[in-house]
Each structure stands twice: as structure tokens, then as C-alpha cells.
């Protein structure tokens, strides 16, 4: 089964740009959709974005649509989210999924801070 693990999370001013990363070990990384998520403080999580294996497809919440873009890397086992404009609303612990053929998300990983100040 896969493990995931994010990183690039930070704190940056409102407007910035911060790229995540997700990386996966233990299974056959292109067989597992990656879902990203993020809980702020005193929320329920919530989906965020995701990109299907093996084809690329990608959907994403209206709040982030047309400044996050999600990619992935099967060669290197990676997935990425680039978030752009950041805003105060965004600031959360996003956390990245896997999905084994777009099935329910069992693998989490730890989750990264992003905090956006105005």
C-alpha cells in the first residue's frame, strides 16, 4: 500500500505563490489518484483538488479553481500543487491523499501548514 508524505508548506503574504508536494512510497504510485485537502482551524476538512491517475484528469473546488493547478510526476512518484494568489482564506493544514483507482481516499499523509497573512 502507498504512503504519502507532503512538504512546502509555509507563511507568506497575501498574492504569494506556494507549490506543494506530495510524495509517494510503497505501492505503484500512477495506480492511485492524488487528492488534496485542507482543514483551517475550526472547519471541517474539505477537498480541494485532485488529479486521476493515469490519465491526468483534474477537478478542483470553486474556491481554488483558476489558482491552484495540480500535477504529478509518476516517474518520480510525486504530486505537486501550485497555489497561487494566495489569500487569508486559504491559510490551512492541506494534507494530500491516495486514492487506489478513484476509490474511497485511505492514504493521508500529516498534513503541511500554509498561513497567509493580508
Known amino acids: 500500500q502507498v504512503q504519502v508524505v507532503e512538504s512546502g508548506g509555509g507563511s507568506v503574504q497575501a498574492g504569494a505563490s506556494l507549490r506543494l508536494s506530495c510524495a509517494g512510497s510503497?505501492?505503484?504510485?500512477?495506480?492511485?489518484?492524488i487528492g488534496w485537502f485542507r482543514q483551517a482551524p475550526g472547519k471541517q476538512r474539505e477537498f480541494v483538488a485532485e488529479?486521476?491517475?493515469?490519465?491526468?484528469?483534474?477537478s478542483y473546488s470553486d474556491s481554488v479553481k483558476g489558482r491552484f493547478i495540480c500535477s504529478r510526476d509518476n516517474a518520480k512518484d510525486m504530486a505537486y500543487l501550485q497555489m497561487n494568489n494566495l489569500q487569508p482564506e486559504d491559510t490551512a493544514v492541506y494534507y494530500c491523499?491516495?486514492?487506489?483507482?478513484?476509490?474511497?481516499?485511505?492514504?493521508w499523509g500529516q498534513g503541511t501548514q500554509v498561513t497567509v497573512s493580508s
Open positions: 491523499a491516495a486514492s487506489l483507482w478513484g476509490r474511497e481516499y485511505t492514504y
Open positions: 510503497g505501492g505503484t504510485f500512477s495506480d492511485y489518484f
Open positions: 488529479i486521476k491517475s493515469i490519465n491526468d484528469i483534474t
